[in-house]
């Protein structure tokens, strides 16, 4: 790639915290240093990624009003985590924190619980059983 | 309490750490030439690892081989510690930066604030330096940023702490012994000697030019396999690895291409130029590849360009890488 080929493509993916450095070939073919704001496909594919994102978090919401899953599975997508993620930060295994996605499990979960998951999630137990915030 | 820390940005975390901590003793390898004599690129394709449902794909060696590699090769040595208690974690980073001692530690991009949001995924593997503390805020000197930044106590120990795969358990490091009796010649050639065996002569059919062939292949089924949105899934994740910030364009492949550049002169082998200018060459169709899928990925469909033909494109890299690192193992061979 030479050097006036590096594209500069904006979508404000950096938020104009800085340029990415690339390595380009300068007129008489030797590297340097070059920043760039961005560049289309990468644009794209991020930007479908968080989509996909969006998208889970949207139906785990939808889930969580309707009472088909435990506030849990919300904030678990809404922090891009997994189970097993989770489970590091509550010290069960992720196939005993999987149950707490379910109500039925959830309901019987105690203060102490409840505590590692507003932690891991950093937001306060009020916040994480109240429904009523993500309506 | 401030340490003088020269900041310098690079494409890559790892790199940049080491160069940064080398240059804060006063020896100067820039990014190129720590990845090149890290022997750091690479490519593999794992259909059976996961991460959020979409196979792993990556253009360099593991996170932590480069930094070893290179160290090995210029004989410096590096303390390293893992902590499980945060506190004291945070209280012996506090006595490090003290002393006078930027420490560099791994930790998860997710929890570092300052970075741009829409990069802030769970990658537990990032490396940062420390070179301070204000008040609360810790100075943080972050490779892939072109200045310095700061960071909460908080916002630190999260991302020290992160759990999940690879958890980085607070691990912190700094050279205790600098580099001597290296013969820069020597490290090159070492360097490129084990990225010629690398990329060559393993017998896995997912790693290396044969990874390149493997998912080549599976990518031109992902379609009928798949279907449309999960094949833009995998073929967009594959995209993300190559050109995210980090990889200096073409997953790496133009970091490698200026450490051939810088090291044709220093060793004085005009080959090695050649090959600089023909790995740029490589480079360059893997950004066409980015190029083309990307706008695979904005159509939603899969027939603006085929997956055969974009799977065609990975075949000519790998033939050329292919050619590239034989030839660079064989004369790495002879100079040795």
Known sequence: MKEDEVPQDDANMLQGKFKKLYYATDGSERYKEVGSVGWEPENVVLEQAWEDIRENVEAA???VLSGEASPILYYMEKNLMTPEIISGYIGLPAFIMKLHLKPFFYKMLGAKTLEKYAYTFRISINELTDINKIK | MKID?????????????????????GYDFDEPMVFGIGSGIFFTYIPFIKMNGIPVTSYRILPGAIFKRFSKRIGMKVESHTYSNTAKAMSELDAMIDKGIPVGMLTSVYYLTYLPDAYRFHFNAHNIVVYGK???NYLVSDPVMETTTTIAYEDLVRARFAKGVAEPKGK????????KDFNIDDAI??????????????????????????????????????????AIQYLGNVVRMQEEIGTGGAGFRFIYAAFLDKASRIVNNNELYDLSKEMT????????????????????KSDVMSFAELGDIIKECADREDKIFRRLHQMAKENI
């Not at chain 2, 690079?10 to 804060?24: D, K, Q, T, Y």
């Not at chain 2, 590849?289 to 939603?300: E, L, T």
């Open chain 1, 61 to 63: 919401r939808q889930k």
């Open chain 2, 134 to 136: 204000e008040g609360s």
């Open chain 2, 172 to 179: 912190m490091y700094y050279p205790t012994q600098l580099p």
């Open chain 2, 5 to 25: 820390f020269p900041h310098k940005q690079s494409a890559h975390c790892e790199n940049g750490v080491v160069s940064n901590l080398l240059r804060f003793n």
């Open chain 2, 189 to 230: 050639w070492r360097g490129i000697k084990r990225a010629g065996f690398d990329m060559t002569e393993i017998p896995i059919p997912i790693l290396a030019t044969k990874g390149m062939r493997y998912i080549a292949n599976r990518m031109q089924r992902w379609p009928e396999r798949l279907g449309d949105r999960k």
């Open chain 2, 281 to 300: 060459a490589a480079g360059d169709r893997w950004r066409d590849f980015a190029y083309y899928a990307g706008r695979v990925c904005k159509s939603r």
